[in-house]
């Protein structure tokens, strides 16, 4: 098949009208090319690869014959009316059935229809069983009625073109609304899974809770498979629902079987006209719509996360269902991850942070005694290393102290005592108390004069904490014989307090760890700074516990600015200073 054939059978599939029923528009035409040119029969032929195909016929029964036998199949090789006046004595069609057959065809006419973009796809023609020659006058009317019903045909082109567009014009807003909306999922996700006031188990039924309104479906759930065992671990479901944390099953019995076998993914909008159906879940359970997608902890298997209704979907699920899916059992996995091992490094840091304490404090007090000169003078250079070693069991004492602090925070164990402290007071303790540590970095502090004395509901012992972590960075980090400013922005409602210095500023690719744990700069003249990583962390949970929050803006090169922010105590009055 040549190139050109290939386009005009394309052109004439474009048109959407073949095999269609037949249409009174075409009707009429053939009607009145009978009446008009005293024949026995008139045809609105199309020709595709193997066929003639008659979208309105008068006078002859067949719906389509066979390509090699139609005569519209030379006519649409030309642009004018092809005309034959006797078939049975033209060498082309002299043995033709339709011409050898009894009342054959004897005269043929028929003018090619074309369409918009120039492809000869079919013919008016009109078919008489004895010979005769058109006149010109007959010629022309041929033509005109033929132009009829090529208007004709590329309407319905244009009308099919137009709802191919409309249908691609629905598709697509579906497809952007899909895309909207697991947009605004993800968004969700992120702002559950980044929430310090949500627990793992908070987030966990928050997720499943996200994923049944996302998914349109009624139970969301999260399971743990322990060998042939369906257990449970979150549940998002109406109370109806017999279903709760802790629950066993035999993974035989639920869709997480079949999940498992088929790549990790399952997704059913209809069970009950599926393969699935023959399931003992559905057997069981009767659950119409499912999508289920495992959950691996590296490269171990832990269980899936699924949701599941009783009623079928009316639609299958899109590429973008399976996409969230995905993306928040890969979420659930590194949550579950990362909470094994945080529970591994604080045993090992609980265990060794104690076990440490006692024989670092009996080591720290013998060097004092040492140095104090209970064991009589020591020469220079012993003093030197003893002076030294102190100094680093110290340290080490400074980073057990963070250690058991932190993990007092983190299991909930520190007591606040929250009481109204005037702003202006805090901050003058705080100075006086970090100055000399300042002092020793050649570093000044200074507190600007606040416009009014607020007062803030806050612990002073955690609060000076705060502070002496800011300051005491603030220093470290800043030039020699520069001073480190602190200055309060204030608001009706609350109080944010800065710390700011003209040190070097944080690197870009830091600033997303800065409140991590054992966080620190790799930079080399912040590594000679000492610190043990966990002052910001400390202090970030601090403020939140107090009901504040906290923050930094930074300029390499330039300095940083570190803030608190609490509101202000109630019922409160203020006097300007």
Known sequence: MVESEQARLVALHSLAILDTPPEERFDRITRLATQLFGVDIALVSLVDEERQWFKS????????????????????????????????????FETNVLVTARRGIRFYAGMPLTT??????????????????????????????????????????VENELRRVNEAQSRLSEDENRQRLLVEALAQLNDISTSSHLSLEQQLQASLTLGCRYLQLQIGLISRIKKDIFEVVAVSAPEDVSLSAGQCLPLANTYCDMTLKRHGMLAVHNVGISDVRHHPC??????????????????????????????????????????????????????LERQRVDALKNEFVSTVSHELRTPLTAISG?????????????????????????????????????????????????????????????????????????????????????????????????????????????????????????????????????????????????????????????????????????????????TEQMGGSIGFSSNEGEGSTFYVVFPYAEDTNRVAI
């Not at 013919?123 to 019903?149: G, V």
């Not at 069981?284 to 079928?312: D, H, K, R």
């Open 57 to 92: 016929r008068q006078g002859f029964s067949l719906t389509q014959t066979c390509r090699q036998e139609s005569f519209c199949a030379h006519a649409i090789q030309g642009d004018g009316i092809f005309e034959i006046e006797d078939a049975s004595k033209d060498p082309r």
């Open 116 to 157: 918009a973009d120039g492809f000869r796809v079919g013919t008016l023609c009109i078919i008489h069983s004895e010979p005769r020659r058109l006149t010109n006058q007959q010629r022309q009317a041929l033509k005109d009625l033929a132009a009829c019903a090529e208007d004709e045909l590329n309407r319905n082109g």
């Open 282 to 335: 559905y057997e069981t359970f009767g659950l119409e719509a499912y999508i289920g997608c495992a959950i691996q902890l590296g490269e171990q298997l832990f269980g899936t996360v699924s949701f599941s209704s009783a009623t079928p979907r009316p639609q299958a699920f899109a590429e973008t269902d399976q996409l969230f899916l995905k993306l928040l059992s890969r979420w659930i996995g590194s949550a």
């Open 366 to 542: 013998g060097l004092k005694l040492v140095l104090g000169g209970a064991t009589g003078e020591l020469p220079y250079q012993t003093q030197q290393m003893l002076s030294m070693a102190l100094k680093n069991s110290e340290r080490l004492g400074l980073l057990i102290n963070d250690l058991l602090e932190f993990e007092k925070l983190l299991a909930g164990q520190l007591n606040f005592i929250c009481h109204p402290h005037a702003v202006g007071t805090l901050l003058t303790a705080a100075l006086q108390e970090n100055q000399p540590y300042a002092a020793q970095y050649g570093v000044t502090l200074r507190l600007e004069a606040l416009s009014s004395d607020g007062v803030i509901n806050v612990d002073a012992l955690r609060f000076q904490q705060i502070m002496a972590n800011l300051l005491s960075n603030a220093a470290k980090f800043s030039q020699l014989n520069s001073e480190v400013v602190i200055f309060c922005d204030e608001c009706d409602k609350s109080v944010r307090i800065n710390v700011k210095d003209t040190g070097c500023g944080i690197p870009e690719e830091f600033r997303s760890r800065i409140f991590q744990k054992f966080s620190q700069a790799d930079a080399s003249d912040r590594r000679v700074k000492g610190g043990t990583g966990l002052g910001l962390s400390i202090s970030k949970a601090i």
